[in-house]
């Protein structure tokens, strides 16, 4: 598959997500946290215009596009309000894809176009747009699910003392990739201390004993704030868990409610359920720079079960350089949000590489992330 199909099979993917919904639905805000559907769609279609007409034709879009579409112009409280119908998108994104190739064969000298840089570029922007979506889907389904009934639940069990061990010694960080994020680069020399990382991410039954034994109410594995915020909320589980009138466990998901798998990745958590997950295990976390080695060393199973949170903020490696906007990494250097590794089950194949880095506050839980252990060795 060529880049310039890559990024079709995205386009209608995302118009196959937005019409997952019914018609009113697509339009409607259902978390605080996400836009519409709808929204996400125009967006996409928005941020090609503007890369490709704009910044590298030197063509101007009309503001109320801009103020409609760009991340940070119109407020995501008004987004549902004046999202833009299917009927008046769909033939919009057919037109676009239709122009696009000659587009790009236009302005292939400009130096954001050559080497294909920016259908790589928009091919990774739209595939975190449409895993968000996904999100947005989880969201709906959680609004509607009354009951269900699984075949099974898992039988909760203790946490697995599958590890492998990495001694102390330099190891690689980031990449100098022309097609990878600004936060990924540059590469850079980094020394560890010897360190153990889990396998495989916690597991469904390996959280699930956490829940029987009582970890949600133990205030042993929280810290001051994670207690405060578990609390406040009333969370006795992940994200999406949820029990039947016999007391089986299921989880809902963006298609729906089905049944847990012993063995699957554990999802759902936040970072400081993840965190409380690891003390309880007489772990921790791991910090980017040992998760980032062990899988480029090829000794993580597992990953794609979960993005996996990871024990250190967000930051800029040093000589980190904003590539192509300022917007995109730098708001977020804000040593609020933390880092994850890694990739979900709903993350296009453009993203999953070991260098790849993800951030949210700690707080979030519906962006399908999970844990995986370590400690010092």
């Not at 540059?186 to 153990?196: E, G, M, W």
């Not at 079960?305 to 250190?312: R, T």
Request: with cysteine; hydrophobic share 40%.
């Amino acid at each position: 598959m060529t880049p310039l199909e890559h990024l079709q099979t995205l386009r209608a993917r995302a118009l196959t997500l937005a019409q997952a919904l019914p018609g009113p639905e697509q339009a409607m805000s259902h978390h605080a946290d996400l836009s519409p559907l709808l929204w996400h769609l125009g967006h996409m279609l928005y941020i090609e215009e503007h890369w490709l007409l704009e910044r590298a034709g030197g063509q101007s879009l009309p503001a109320q596009r801009a103020y409609m579409f760009r991340a940070d112009g119109m407020p995501r409280r008004l987004r549902s309000r004046f999202a833009p119908p299917l009927e008046t998108l769909k033939p919009a994104i057919a037109s676009w894809s239709a122009r696009m190739p000659a587009l790009l064969a236009q302005y292939a000298a400009h130096p954001l176009v050559h080497g294909e840089y920016l259908v790589h570029f928009l091919i990774q922007h739209h595939s975190q747009h449409i895993e968000i979506m996904q999100q947005i889907l989880l969201a709906h389904a959680l609004q509607g699910i009354s009951s269900y009934h699984p075949e099974r639940t898992p039988d909760p069990r203790s946490v697995s003392t599958h590890a492998i061990s990495r001694p102390a010694g330099p190891a690689t960080m980031g990449a100098d990739l022309p097609c990878l994020y600004d936060n990924e680069r540059p590469a850079h020399a980094i020394r560890l201390s010897a360190f153990r990382i889990g396998l495989r991410p916690v597991c469904n039954a390996e959280y699930l004993a956490f829940i029987l034994d009582g970890g949600y109410r133990d205030r042993r594995w929280w810290t001051a704030e994670s207690w405060r915020w578990q609390q406040s909320l009333g969370i006795t589980a992940p994200l999406g868990w949820r029990q039947d009138a016999d007391g089986r466990w299921y989880a809902v998901g963006p298609a729906g409610a089905h049944d847990l798998e012993d063995e699957a990745a554990v999802l759902g958590v936040s970072a400081y359920e993840a965190a409380a997950f690891a003390r309880y295990a007489g772990s921790r976390l791991p910090t980017e720079q040992e998760w980032e080695c062990a899988a480029r060393e090829g000794r993580l199973e597992g990953i794609g079960g979960a993005w996996e949170w990871c024990a250190n903020v967000f930051y800029p490696y040093a000589g980190f350089r904003a590539f192509p906007y300022r917007g995109y990494s730098m708001p977020w250097f804000d040593g609020i949000h933390r880092a994850l590794r890694g990739y979900s089950p709903y993350t296009d194949p453009s993203l999953q590489r070991p260098t790849f880095r993800n951030f949210y506050t700690p707080e979030k839980r519906h962006v399908f992330a999970g844990v995986r252990l370590c400690a010092d060795a």
